[in-house]
């Protein structure tokens, strides 16, 4: 009998084991707004996203980087951070704003989980709007699967969840997987809200906040499932995100 692939959900990225990462493919998930952003920012042209975990940080990278080459963006409560070129509304890295550029990215809670997930063999960066190109990977992929969400300061979201029950459903419909607890919870998750996305998208905490904030259209661009058929993917020294794949087989959304 074929030896069954772990896949495992792990709904904040604290809970992701590090010696569980280092033999699996990471997939992290932060739908509103980070891995959303870092798809748009790529597919716009820019030539690498670098996540840094701390404002100070990312600002001292980015001085360090030949000026006029590289964008800062970020955000902290939602809001861009003064002094800084990009907030991190996906909409923004337009191929105006950031073709040819290095993005220098520091957020609330998905760079942090980037950063957490290097380690992995390899580690991949999902939303909405790359899930059949995440999925073409992952189809071709041997090894156990960790789909890490970011959550929000340490709180589970509802949007991180939905998405990474929708890989749970491609995963399980490849056939012999084994899922932890956490991925038969996300897999019931999208089961009730994969069918009314941008609702749910509305309905959880980080939608409340970005409606409140007035970013609206963030929320309906986090909502549009396969946009782009590319895969960021990080890469070791320095850690930087690169388009590591590109193209679909067909669309694998199933709502
Ligand atoms: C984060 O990483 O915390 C976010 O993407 C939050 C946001 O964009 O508001």
Same mark, same amino acid.
């Given at each position: 009998m074929a030896e069954e692939r772990d896949v495992y959900v792990y709904l904040l990225p604290e809970?992701?084991?590090?010696?569980?990462?280092?033999?699996?493919? =990471?997939?992290?998930?932060? @739908?509103?707004?980070?891995?959303?952003?870092i798809v748009h920012a790529l597919a716009a042209g820019c030539t690498a996203v670098l996540p840094c975990a %701390? @404002?100070? %940080?990312?600002?001292?990278?980015?001085?360090?980087?030949?000026?006029?080459?590289?964008?800062?963006?970020g955000e902290r409560g939602g809001l861009p951070v003064p002094? *800084?070129?990009?907030?991190?509304?996906?909409?923004? *890295?337009?191929?105006? =704003? $950031?073709?040819?550029?290095? @993005?220098?990215?520091? &957020?609330?809670?998905?760079?942090?989980?980037?950063?957490?997930c290097a380690s992995a063999a390899r580690t991949l960066v999902a939303a909405f709007v790359n899930y059949s190109a @995440?999925? !073409?990977? +992952?189809?071709? %992929?041997?090894?156990?699967? $960790?789909?890490?969400? =970011?959550? &929000? !300061? #340490?709180?589970?979201?509802? %949007?991180?969840?939905?998405? =990474? #029950?929708?890989?749970?459903? *491609? +995963?399980?419909?490849?056939?012999g997987v084994r899922l932890n607890d956490g991925a038969r919870l996300a897999w019931d998750c999208f089961d009730t809200h994969g069918c009314c996305l941008q609702g749910a998208l509305e309905l959880s905490q980080g939608g409340r906040n970005l409606k409140g904030l007035g970013f609206e259209e963030d929320i309906q661009?986090?909502?549009?499932?396969? !946009?782009f058929a590319l895969v960021p993917e990080l890469r070791p020294g320095p850690l930087r995100v690169e388009v590591g794949a590109v193209g679909i087989a067909k669309s694998y959304w199933t709502k």
């Open positions: 809970l992701a084991p590090p010696e569980q990462l280092r033999q699996a493919v =990471a997939v992290v998930v932060d @739908v509103l707004r980070a891995t959303t952003s %701390e @404002v100070d %940080e990312a600002r001292t990278l980015s001085g360090s980087l030949p000026a006029g080459r590289v964008l800062l963006a002094g *800084f070129d990009l907030g991190n509304s996906p909409r923004r *890295f337009t191929p105006r =704003a $950031c073709r040819g550029l290095s @993005v220098v990215l520091t &957020t609330t809670n998905g760079t942090r989980a980037l950063v957490r @995440v999925c !073409e990977q +992952l189809r071709h %992929e041997t090894r156990p699967v $960790c789909i890490v969400c =970011a959550g &929000t !300061e #340490g709180d589970v979201t509802l %949007e991180d969840t939905l998405l =990474a #029950g929708a890989l749970v459903d *491609f +995963l399980y419909d490849l056939g661009a986090a909502a549009k499932v396969d !946009e």
